[in-house]
């Protein structure tokens, strides 16, 4: 029989003797209350003999090895003996059938068969008023529940033991209802063997923990970093070596009412003494400064609890009402990841060099996707491409209120470019493949701190590719591309615009997403001499996102019409710069060749001529389009100059073109015969 069936069997024995023993004291009492000539009648006479038996197998039965779940309550609430009896009255009204009966007996009262203050303290000896203080425990900890009228004395109000109290004393231990739809288990997170950089973090709050004499509160466990899955998992493994189970609560759950917030850290507090329980409390999304209603909050909860809290925050909180540990926490370092893709995959040698350079993933997320892949793969020769696809797909971030994902369809067979500019693109392409070898195999990780990601400037007129260029390198790259909605982020309230950075960039940093900044001289203007605090703040902006962009370690492209509007500080930070010019003659005519799908049905276009024309790439995508719907409702239906040379004219009207119209004219060419 297991340690826990014994412990069982011994804490039944002690209640059963328990409540033998309070049903000869409500007995006792009953008969007391009936006997009306003076002396003492028999039947009491013979329940004071019974109860004193009754007392020793009490006894007998409370020296155990753990002690029976009653009395290790009461040691841990610091129950005088009469406040463990009361509750052993309450907990027997709903253990025992026959108790309701004898309490209103014992009252002499058939109108209240519960127990009461009043009852307790005849049926009791050692009896003491203070047990009605709410500082003593039964009250301050809600041990029991008292259901006073308006019009009745609280010593005659009906009683009830708190129904989580009265499971525990039953040897049955689960979260309080009121906390379980605030509290949720992380489940088994220590399972996951943490990296030495994460072990090192552990190490260090285990310790802490440990030196803390039994007289002293318990730090506040400040994990600080963007990544909550890692603090997460540093959590777990900090709850697991001292035997917790760990919750999490979100801090937005918190009540914001005083009364509110101090019930719910107090049966918080009440779970942590009855259960070995730990808590993480996750306050990323809630900013100390300025101090609102929901720091408040946090702020409350944390000094009305004492137990193993961990407290979750993106930055450093300066003021506790209580002390605290504050650590650092971040992602594993990418050879941490390479050596995690290699123990959970590695069939191919190049494959977690790859994830790990474009990825940057947690432990958990790594071991998921490895999971998710390995239960769906149906061939190992695709383990490669599923990998990646799923990275991919848990890595794309959460930015539809600042960007805008584009389907990347352009190919580079689509993009028209000089040689020499077609090669910087694809050299962008092998450095973003490549910066795993760089990085970690060759060192530079070890001597650079930023400037690890990729930063382009695409420049040019409009029209001439730059959109379709990031195309093709996320395409190439199999990334998602986000065209960054300026709208959304350049805000004219005071530090608006650096949180929406913030939380772009942020989202971003995984490694599955390609940002094109369209239009950047708007977000990376020049900075401005001060005159106001408009100008100063402006240029607070600009400086935030010089060292944002620059600590960035995905791909971003920033487009512009006009390179000279950029602020200069940007220069020294672009990797890449991408002239893209007017097409020339030559690849005028390319365009051309390749504007029409080969499903469009075209006759007789003369791509020379075509060639001739003025146009950016962009344009001749719009006179294709157009050529096509006038064509479509032809007869025959085909794309042939007529149709092509209409649309130019109505592109050039639209660009305020000069015009020729004899440039628009078309005679087909005369076919001699043989």
């Not at 007391?32 to 006894?59: K, V």
């Not at 030196?211 to 994990?223: C, F, I, K």
């Not at 930070?573 to 051309?592: D, I």
Request: include cysteine; charge should be negative.
């Amino acid at each position: 029989m297991s340690t826990l069936n014994n412990w069982q069997d011994t804490n039944e024995a002690y209640l059963g003797a328990a409540l033998h023993w309070l049903r000869l004291r409500l007995a006792r009492q009953a008969e007391a209350q009936t006997a009306t000539e003076p002396g003492l009648p028999p039947a009491i006479a013979s329940h004071d003999e019974e109860l004193l038996a009754a007392a020793r197998a009490m006894a007998e039965a409370e020296v155990s090895e753990p002690p029976p779940a009653l009395i290790l309550l009461s040691r841990q609430f610091g129950l005088s003996c009469f406040e463990r009896e009361v509750l052993l009255l309450l907990a027997a009204m709903e253990l025992d059938t026959r108790i309701a009966t004898l309490c209103a007996r014992a009252q002499d009262d058939p109108s209240r068969p519960y127990p009461t203050f009043a009852l307790a303290m005849m049926l009791f000896d050692d009896a003491v008023w203070d047990i009605l203080s709410p500082e003593r425990p039964l009250r301050y900890w809600r041990l029991l529940e008292i259901h006073q009228p308006p019009t009745q004395p609280l010593t005659t109000s009906p009683l009830r033991i708190d129904e989580c109290i009265l499971n525990y004393i039953k040897g049955l231990n689960y979260l309080d209802d009121r906390l379980a739809a605030l509290f949720v288990p992380l489940g088994n997170l220590s399972t996951v063997a943490l990296p030495p950089s994460q072990a090192a973090v552990a190490a260090r709050l285990v310790h802490a923990l440990a030196q803390t004499t039994p007289t002293e509160h318990l730090p506040v466990l400040h994990l600080l970093g963007a990544d909550g899955q890692s603090k997460q998992l540093i959590a777990a493994h900090v709850a697991t070596t001292f035997g917790l189970r760990l919750y999490r609560l979100p801090a937005a759950l918190l009540p914001t009412q005083p009364g509110e917030l101090e019930t719910l850290a107090r049966l918080w507090q009440r779970e942590s003494i009855l259960l070995p329980v730990g808590l993480l409390l996750d306050a990323n999304a809630v900013e100390q400064i300025p101090v609102g209603a929901a720091a408040m909050a946090v702020q409350g909860f944390l000094a009305r609890t004492d137990g193993v809290v961990f407290l979750d925050t993106y930055d450093s909180w300066q003021s506790f009402d209580r002390s605290a540990l504050t650590v650092e926490v971040a992602k594993p370092s990418p050879v941490e990841q390479q050596a995690a893709w290699t123990d959970l995959t590695a069939p191919d040698a190049e494959v977690p060099g790859l994830l790990a350079g474009q990825f940057n993933l947690n432990l958990v997320a790594i071991h998921e996707v490895a999971e998710v892949v390995r239960v769906q793969s149906t061939s190992s020769g695709q383990l490669a491409r599923q990998l990646w696809d799923t990275c991919l797909t848990r890595t794309r971030p959460r930015l539809d209120m600042l960007a805008q994902r584009l389907d990347a369809r352009a190919t580079w067979e689509t993009l028209v470019l000089p040689a020499e500019e077609t090669a910087l693109l694809r050299q962008i392409a092998d450095q973003v493949g490549r910066r795993n070898k760089v990085y970690d195999e060759w060192g530079f990780r070890r001597r650079m701190n930023r400037g690890l990601g990729i930063c382009a400037l695409f420049w040019g007129d409009s029209g001439t590719g730059k959109t379709m260029a990031g195309e093709v390198l996320a395409n190439e790259l199999r990334l998602n591309l986000y065209r960054i909605d300026l709208s959304a982020v350049v805000s004219k309230y005071i530090g608006e615009t650096e949180k929406n950075l913030r939380q772009l960039f942020d989202a971003a940093e995984d490694g599955g997403a390609l940002l094109f900044f369209d239009e950047a001289d708007a977000l990376f203007g020049k900075r401005s001499e001060v005159k106001d605090s408009h100008d100063r703040y402006a240029n607070i902006e600009i400086n935030y996102l010089l060292q944002r962009l620059e600590a960035y370690r995905g791909l971003a492209i920033l487009a512009t019409n006009v390179k000279g509007a950029l602020d200069q500080a940007f220069m020294r930070r672009l990797r890449f710069v991408v002239n893209f010019p007017f097409p020339g003659l030559a690849e005028r005519k390319r365009m051309w060749q390749t504007a029409f799908p080969p499903e469009t049905p075209t006759y007789g276009l003369d791509y020379d001529r075509l060639a001739r024309l003025t146009l950016t790439g962009g344009s001749v995508h719009n006179v294709a389009l157009n050529a096509a719907f006038l064509a479509a409702g032809a007869t025959p239906a085909a794309v042939t100059m007529p149709f092509v040379l209409s649309a130019v004219r109505t592109e050039f009207r639209k660009l305020e073109r000069p015009m020729n119209e004899a440039d628009f004219r078309w005679q087909e060419p005369v076919r001699l015969a043989v």
